[in-house]
């Protein structure tokens, strides 16, 4: 079935550095991939996707690109702010499914990440 | 403005009682989710509704029941089978358009603590 593994937290920078978050992912056809941010004690909102191999993302200064060859979608940011401190979540949504699944999103298990000044 | 609200924020129930998680939204979408996120981990999906009168099973379904009477409602009964209900509980609605493409949005949370 489908799966995304996202690199283990937390991840701690400081203010200005560079991030990345490492995601790949296994899906049986070709998925639309996204990024959601949580911020404590809220909900998911959406930080960005890609719905084709090459597509880029971007959003508030992240961005990650569909690698189709490498099965990756990797978050970057090239200066963390302290507001950025969340949790990241990776998720696949695969319309080429089974019936059923396809409008269902797979997430991987979050990264923390904590920006220090 | 148009979102997805959920109630209560927190919640506690006493062992084996059953309890009703409250989500609505006013996106006019026809897709609905439940999922339940517990620290550390990822979400699981719990139910699903694509439409009106009609919804499916998730990964982690039992222990739980869903009704979708009104397309702006479908709220979530934690049953007192579930064995271990304390965790924080997550709505969310999708946009209409190519399935499989089109995003998720989410409410924000319903922390359930069973005492």
């Known amino acids: 079935g489908d799966s995304v593994t996202q690199m283990e937290g937390p991840v701690t920078l400081s203010e200005e550095a560079f991030l990345t978050i490492n995601c790949t992912y296994t899906?049986?056809?070709?998925?639309?991939l996204f990024w959601y941010v949580q911020y404590p004690g809220e909900g998911l909102q959406l930080l960005l996707k890609?719905?084709?191999?090459?597509d880029k993302g971007s959003n508030k200064g992240f961005e990650a690109t569909y690698r189709k060859e490498t099965t990756s979608f990797h978050l970057e940011k090239g200066s963390v702010q302290v507001s950025d401190s969340a949790v990241y979540f990776c998720?696949?949504?695969?319309?080429?499914?089974?019936?059923?699944?396809?409008?269902?999103?797979?997430f991987g298990t979050g990264t923390r990440l904590q920006v220090t000044l | 403005d148009g979102g997805i609200t959920q109630s209560p924020k927190y919640l506690f129930r006493k062992e084996g009682q059953n309890v009703t998680l409250s989500c609505e939204q006013n996106?006019?979408?026809?897709?609905m989710y439940w999922y339940r996120q517990d620290p550390g981990q990822g979400l699981r999906l719990i139910y699903y509704?694509?439409?009106?009168?009609?919804?499916q099973k998730g990964d982690i379904a039992e222990g739980y029941s869903v009704s979708r009477e009104k397309k702006e409602s479908f709220p979530l009964t934690v049953t007192s089978a579930q064995k271990n209900p304390t965790a924080f509980y997550l709505c969310?609605?999708?946009?209409?358009?190519?399935?499989?493409?089109?995003?998720?949005?989410f409410g924000p949370g319903t922390r359930l603590t069973v005492l």
């Open positions: 969310a609605s999708r946009t209409p358009g190519r399935v499989g493409h089109n995003e998720q949005f």
């Open positions: 899906a049986t056809g070709y998925p639309s």
């Open positions: 890609a719905t084709k191999a090459d």
């Open positions: 998720a696949l949504s695969d319309p080429w499914g089974s019936t059923g699944t396809a409008s269902k999103l797979t």
């Open positions: 996106l006019n979408h026809d897709a």
């Open positions: 509704s694509q439409i009106v009168n009609d919804f």
